[in-house]
């Protein structure tokens, strides 16, 4: 499918089950044909996974869907003994707080350290004002960090950088005001 310029997604089980049936599974790697290398010695294509980088390549940001990377994170931040908040699951729980916390993918604990986390790949000025706003929100005390891996000899190496908002304009008033829903049918803006 490489050779003929399709996109190859690799599904993987992400559940057990001992019974018979359907097995959820979930895309855990795209290969494109982009992705493909070729041997000097043996002049073969060899698939690279998107995101992977050849070894003589490790400090390059990985290449993979935002969603796969979040989930990634999230469990790197539990392999690393971490307390965290995923803001995806207080999204669900509470819609209300959807338009105050916008770009916020998670509230980390680390050691002393309180960081707000966006995990992306770079930001954007809508990023960095969100940013702002959440850090006036929150306060001097939260430190507001992006999280983005890169591709290492041993795998991803997840590293934080911190976001400078002396950049980013503030607020017009300082306070954020959710947008007021939208009616079916309702044309004005």
Same mark, same amino acid.
């Given at each position: 499918?490489?050779?003929?310029?399709?996109? /190859?997604?690799?599904?993987?089980? /992400?559940?057990?089950?001992?019974?018979?049936?359907?097995?959820?599974?979930?895309?855990?790697?795209?290969?494109?044909?982009?992705?493909?290398?070729?041997?000097?010695?043996?002049?073969?294509?060899?698939?690279?996974?998107?995101?992977?980088?050849?070894?003589?390549?490790?400090?390059?940001?990985?290449?993979?869907?935002?969603?796969?990377?979040?989930?990634?994170?999230?469990?790197?931040?539990?392999?690393?003994?971490?307390?965290? !908040?995923?803001?995806?699951?207080?999204?669900?729980?509470?819609?209300?707080?959807?338009?105050? !916390?916008? /770009?916020?993918?998670?509230?980390?604990?680390?050691?002393?350290?309180?960081?707000? /986390?966006?995990?992306?790949?770079?930001?954007?000025?809508?990023?960095?004002?969100?940013?702002?706003?959440?850090?006036?929100?929150?306060?001097?005390?939260?430190?507001? !960090?992006?999280?983005?891996?890169?591709?290492?000899?041993?795998?991803?190496?997840?590293?934080?950088?911190?976001?400078?908002?002396?950049?980013? !304009?503030?607020?017009?008033?300082?306070?954020?005001?959710?947008?007021?829903?939208?009616?079916?049918?309702?044309?004005?803006?």
């Amino acid at each position: 499918m490489l050779h003929e310029g399709q996109r /190859v997604a690799i599904c993987e089980p /992400v559940e057990e089950s001992l019974a018979r049936g359907p097995i959820r599974r979930e895309v855990t790697r795209v290969v494109t044909p982009a992705a493909m290398t070729e041997d000097s010695s043996s002049k073969t294509t060899e698939p690279v996974e998107a995101g992977k980088e050849p070894a003589d390549a490790e400090d390059r940001p990985v290449r993979e869907p935002r969603h796969l990377v979040l989930k990634r994170c999230e469990a790197w931040f539990k392999a690393a003994d971490l307390a965290f !908040v995923a803001m995806e699951d207080v999204r669900r729980t509470t819609p209300a707080v959807a338009p105050y !916390v916008g /770009v916020l993918d998670f509230i980390v604990l680390r050691d002393d350290e309180k960081l707000l /986390v966006t995990v992306r790949p770079h930001l954007q000025a809508k990023h960095d004002s969100g940013m702002r706003e959440l850090s006036e929100l929150y306060g001097p005390v939260y430190k507001p !960090v992006r999280i983005w891996p890169s591709d290492g000899p041993t795998g991803w190496i997840w590293r934080d950088y911190p976001i400078d908002l002396s950049a980013s !304009v503030p607020a017009s008033d300082g306070r954020r005001t959710p947008r007021p829903k939208r009616r079916r049918g309702d044309t004005s803006k």
